[in-house]
């Protein structure tokens, strides 16, 4: 299965959907992004799409409501999470500004004080 994210004017994306493998075929049997937009566009016409994929082997990062499509990047750009994090060009990811530490109790993070603060389960 294809999955494909309809995107808004400012590419924004607004949903995605499961495409039939066998609706994303050119003539000769291959898997093409072009006509599986081609699909999507006969379902919902005067639309624009970009495919995605659910492990993130193209377009850096899976679609998701709200994420953004970056054209020169060719990624998928969640929200930012905090005013604090940075945004990763490698991973096209939002990162906070210290890495959480890794010692096995749980964190959140805190924008207050700009650091991860250790959660205690209610037991």
Not at 32 to 42: H, M, W, Y
Request: aromatic share 14%; with cysteine; net charge negative.
């Amino acid at each position: 299965m294809a999955h494909f994210a309809q995107l808004d004017e400012d590419n924004v994306v607004l949903q995605v959907i499961v495409v039939h493998d066998n609706d994303c075929k050119d003539s000769e049997g291959n898997e093409s992004e072009a006509v599986g937009v081609a699909f999507c566009q006969s379902l919902f016409p005067d639309t624009n799409w970009k495919q995605t994929s659910y492990n993130a082997t193209i377009r850096k990062n899976y679609a998701g409501i709200g994420y953004r499509f970056d054209g020169v990047l060719d990624a998928f750009i969640a929200p930012k999470a905090f005013p604090s994090w940075l945004f990763d060009e490698v991973t096209c990811r939002w990162v906070p500004p210290t890495d959480m530490p890794d010692d096995g109790k749980l964190y959140t993070w805190d924008e207050a004080t700009i650091s991860w603060i250790e959660v205690t389960p209610d037991v």
